[in-house]
C-alpha cells in the first residue's frame, strides 16, 4: 500500500490549494472499503485529523465550509480542495488510509497507512 501527496505549496490568506492523495496497492474491490483521511501537523504538536471520506465524510469545525474531501475510487484518488485558507490551516498535511476506518476513532494513532506529507504555507 502506497499513498503520495501532492498540491501543497504557499498562498496568501484567503487562497485555495488542492491537495491530491494517489493511492496504489489497493484492490480494486477492497479500495473503496477504506476511509482515506488528511491530518495535518506542524512541529512540536500531534497530528490531527482534518477530514475524511468514507461511507460518509467528516470535517473538523475548523475546516467545515472553506474545505471538502472527494473521491475517485476508479483512479484511487482522493482530493481535498481546500478554500478561503488561514495562517492556522499551515501545516504539513498527511494523507492516510484505514480499513473501515469511519467505523472507529479519528486518531492518527488509530489509522495505519500513511504518506510522505506536504507541506502548505498560508501567509498573512
Known amino acids: 500500500v502506497q499513498l503520495v501527496e501532492s498540491g501543497g505549496g504557499s498562498v496568501q490568506v484567503g487562497g485555495s490549494l488542492r491537495l491530491s492523495c494517489a493511492a496504489s496497492g489497493f484492490s480494486e474491490s477492497a479500495f473503496p472499503d477504506y476511509a482515506i483521511g488528511w491530518f495535518r501537523q506542524v512541529p512540536g504538536k500531534e497530528r490531527v485529523g482534518v477530514s475524511y471520506?468514507?461511507?460518509?465524510?467528516y470535517y473538523i469545525d475548523s475546516v467545515k465550509g472553506r474545505f471538502t474531501i472527494s473521491r475517485d475510487n476508479v483512479q484511487k484518488m482522493v482530493y481535498l480542495q481546500m478554500d478561503d485558507l488561514r495562517p492556522e490551516d499551515t501545516a504539513i498535511y498527511y494523507c492516510?488510509?484505514?480499513?473501515?476506518?469511519?467505523?472507529?476513532?479519528?486518531?492518527?494513532?488509530?489509522?495505519?497507512?500513511w504518506g510522505q506529507g506536504t507541506q502548505v504555507t498560508v501567509s498573512s
Open positions: 471520506i468514507g461511507s460518509a465524510t
Open positions: 492516510s488510509a484505514e480499513y473501515h476506518g469511519d467505523w472507529g476513532p479519528f486518531s492518527a494513532s488509530e489509522w495505519d497507512h
